[in-house]
């Protein structure tokens, strides 16, 4: 197991006993407003993502307080499937904790992360609407690449988006 401890949070990879809350997170409507995943409903419909291919990995976190083990946020970092070798990052917060810095603190523990992984670029893309996590990409240094659009899985809705673009080298 993978752990990553920041000033306020310790991230740890996700196991099969955090599929439950991960879902509840991604599965809130306003909380998972933004993700391209469906809004799931319970913890089996996850256990896919914990099954890893050597040619394409992925480091699935959950984040706890320090002083807490209640998952109050995920994040992640998986290749790109386009032979790029560049990396994409992803994260929530559950909404009890908007507000507080957490983000960043994920956004800036995946950097160092993937910066000792040895991986030179990492992207995210963001809904155009979505202030908060634009915010956060602009904190963490990231500067916008391209624009795209993505489709909620499972929805007819369609977000603009930006693609955020970080140099780790």
Not at 31 to 51: F, H, M, N, R, W
Request: with cysteine; hydrophobic share 35%.
């Amino acid at each position: 197991m993978i752990k990553l401890y920041t000033k306020s949070l310790v991230l740890k990879t996700t196991q099969q006993n955090d599929l439950d809350a991960v879902a509840a997170i991604w599965g809130d409507k306003e909380g998972g407003k933004y993700l391209a995943d469906p809004y799931y409903q319970s913890g089996e419909e996850l256990t896919v993502i914990l099954e890893e291919t050597p040619e394409c990995p992925d480091y699935y976190f959950v984040a706890s307080l320090l002083d807490a083990n209640d998952v109050m946020a995920t994040c992640s970092l998986g290749m790109e499937n386009d032979g790029s070798g560049t990396w994409l990052i992803g994260y929530t917060v559950k909404k009890d904790y908007w507000g507080n810095g957490y983000a960043v603190e994920m956004v800036n523990a995946l950097i160092d992360f993937a910066r000792n992984k040895g991986i030179d670029v990492i992207t995210a893309p963001v809904a155009q609407e979505n202030k908060a996590s634009n915010r956060v990409m602009q904190k963490c240094g990231f500067y916008i690449d391209s624009e795209s659009a993505f489709k909620k899985s499972g929805t007819d809705i369609t977000y603009p988006s930006f693609i955020y673009k970080k140099h780790l080298i």
